[in-house]
């Protein structure tokens, strides 16, 4: 697939015009190939193995690649990708070649049309073995999938499946698979023995995609635990708690969505819900609230378009994101982006407000007319939600910083005294904004946005 391709050197680049929720790495990061077809497939696996209905991704930072010496290797991941049409794994053996798990295997650990699949740093990975009604444990040692064992069975009893899509882990290493046939989720611990169940008081109606956190996780800057679940066929969001207490619940014709098909899910650092939506060929991101935030990407074959996607998981530490899709699949690394900005005069001062997809470190320059700096208003300001940030102007000058640099061509204005009210006119906000990921280092979204200062009135 993508991943020996895209996973080494991080460098990034923004473009203006794109979105930028989502990134790109340059072309020093991934040799300029960010999708992965049929025909990356074949360079790697020749015609063993093509793309043929691919589904759940899981992606972990594997403890036996690290070095504890070495931090330049922290962002080598394993990258698991169920491609369903043939019953088998592909993953990345090494940041060098590729493997294959379902080809040559005995006929009782072979898979029939798997779905979700989910890992841990320790090398346990489990598959939802859809066709045969069963959950499979492998374990990865560093290079390859070795079958352990395999639990479940057709039927509706505790322990049993009736078409399990998806599955989850938490960090106590229980597993959380989601029976879709029986309407419920079912929770097993590390040694897969049952242990409850749940289905929201019979709310639960096909359930499918599921998320799970918990305040064991490492790279979680919220230190949460919850579960995320999409049931009534692909088209409802609700968020449990560890126990299965249903909590909130939303539905995608809520934001003008009437014919999603929500297909895989995954958290990010914040407990961001980022959750793949094949119909509509984006990912719609949601807050750890349910609160909707944006829908990224649309049909299509050119760059930040899917052609149905859906499996998705993500490095919660750096912020590298996978996208499977109907014929390959993508990466990107988490960006920020600004949208539907306002401002209003209140009388002495300037009320600046605008959404960020992101939390992301905040900076708001104020330009007179001729492009002069006036002030900083906003210095790196970390904003740790998504939504809606709001920064006053008080029409008063200031002294530029000094990060501000020559390459900006932006100096102090001849007209403006520092510290004094400036006069009335149009001025510019120059904000940009950088998300708190390892890409801050290599990707600042910068927007200018025209206002007008009128001391006497207010103005919209």
């Known amino acids: 697939m993508l991943f020996i391709l895209l996973i080494c050197f991080p460098v990034f680049a923004a473009d203006d015009d794109h979105p930028t929720t989502f990134v790109f790495p340059t072309y020093y990061h991934t040799y300029g190939i960010h999708k992965a077809g049929p025909f990356e497939l074949f360079l790697f696996l020749g015609l063993s193995v093509q793309f043929s209905n691919p589904q759940g991704l899981a992606c972990v930072r594997l403890d036996v690649w690290d070095d504890p010496d070495e931090k330049n290797d922290d962002d080598e991941v394993t990258v698991y990708g169920v491609n369903a049409g043939q019953n088998n794994i592909i993953f990345n053996k090494s940041m060098y070649a590729l493997g294959v798990y379902g080809l040559d295997e005995p006929a009782e650990q072979l898979l029939k049309n798997p779905h979700g699949i989910c890992a841990n740093s320790r090398g346990d ?167 909707y935030i944006i829908s990224f990407g649309t049909q299509g074959d050119d760059d930040y378009q899917f052609r149905s996607p859906t499996g998705i998981s993500i490095y919660r530490r750096f912020g590298q994101l996978f996208v499977a899709e109907a014929a390959g699949a993508q990466y990107y690394w988490v960006g920020t982006d600004i949208r539907d900005f306002r401002w209003e005069n209140r009388k002495n001062r300037t009320l600046f407000s605008f959404r960020i997809t992101e939390p992301s470190n905040v900076t708001v320059d104020i330009l007179d007319p001729k492009g002069d700096f006036v002030r900083r208003v906003a210095n ?35 007209t403006v005294i520092p510290g004094k009210p400036v006069p009335d006119g149009n001025y510019t906000a120059r904000i940009s904004i950088e998300p708190t990921y390892s890409s801050r280092t290599y990707f600042e979204r910068t927007v200018e946005y025209e206002f007008e200062v009128r001391q006497a009135q207010n103005v919209r």
Not at 192 to 201: D, H, M, P, T
Not at 381 to 397: E, L, P, S
Not at 406 to 412: A, H, L, W, Y
Request: contains cysteine.
């Open 380 to 414: 790196k300001r970390f904003q740790n939600r998504a939504g809606t940030v709001r920064i006053f102007w008080d029409h008063k000058a200031g002294i530029p910083p000094a990060n501000i640099s020559r390459d900006q061509k932006i100096g102090m204005s001849r």
């Open 125 to 291: 990975v489990y598959v939802a073995d859809t066709g045969n009604h069963r959950i499979v444990r492998l374990f990865n040692p560093g290079d390859r999938l070795e079958f352990r064992y395999a639990f479940g069975g057709e039927g509706n009893g505790p322990g049993e499946f009736e078409r399990p899509l998806q599955v989850a882990l938490d960090n106590s290493g229980n597993i959380y698979v989601t029976d879709y046939g029986n309407n419920r989720v079912q929770v097993f611990d590390d040694s897969s023995r049952f242990l409850f169940q749940f289905s929201g008081n019979g709310f639960l109606r096909a359930p499918s995609a599921i998320a799970v956190t918990d305040s064991l996780e490492k790279h979680d800057y919220r230190s949460q635990s919850f579960i995320m679940v999409v049931d009534s066929i692909f088209q409802r969001i609700s968020k449990f708690t560890r126990r299965g207490k249903r909590l909130k619940t939303v539905r995608m014709s809520d934001f003008g969505f009437t014919d999603a098909k929500l297909e895989y899910a995954t958290l990010d650092y914040y407990n961001q819900l980022l959750i793949t939506d094949s119909r509509n060929h984006c990912i719609h991101k949601f807050n750890s609230n349910l609160e």
